[in-house]
């Protein structure tokens, strides 16, 4: 089992960039993949990216390709998102989560997730 705590979240203008974080506690984080959902005002949860155990494959939605990155660090137990040229619709709650399995935007639901960071984005 793992947990999660994200942090980073906070109000930035459209157009400008924020990162947020995830440190992970339990077992080996390196047995994971790794991952990021948000869930906006009045809107489903969705998948916006995800990177494999290793760190050599990461998957993104397509509203976030070309804006947002994924990255992680095995050794420090960490993943982040950076996340550039922010607009009004990236406002969401933004949710770290972790899964033994390939984790997808059409796959089931991770088994673990994190307790979320609020990204506000003004326009």
């Known amino acids: 089992q793992v947990s999660l705590v994200e942090s980073g979240g906070g109000l930035v203008q459209a157009g400008g960039s924020l990162r947020v974080s995830c440190a992970g506690s339990?077992?080996?984080?390196?047995?994971?993949?790794m991952g990021w959902f948000r869930q906006g005002p009045g809107k489903e949860r969705e998948f916006v990216a995800s990177?494999?155990?290793?760190?050599?494959?990461?998957f993104y939605a397509e509203s976030v390709k070309g804006r947002f990155t994924i990255a992680r660090d095995n050794a420090k137990n960490t993943v982040s998102l950076q996340m550039d040229n922010l607009k009004p619709e990236d406002t969401a709650v933004y949710y770290c989560?972790?899964?033994?399995?390939?984790?997808?935007?059409?796959?089931?639901?991770?088994?673990?997730w994190g307790q979320g960071t609020q990204v506000t984005v003004s326009s």
């Open positions: 990177i494999t155990r290793s760190g050599n494959w990461k």
């Open positions: 339990g077992r080996p984080f390196s047995q994971y993949s």
């Open positions: 989560v972790a899964d033994a399995a390939e984790i997808t935007e059409q796959g089931p639901p991770p088994d673990y």
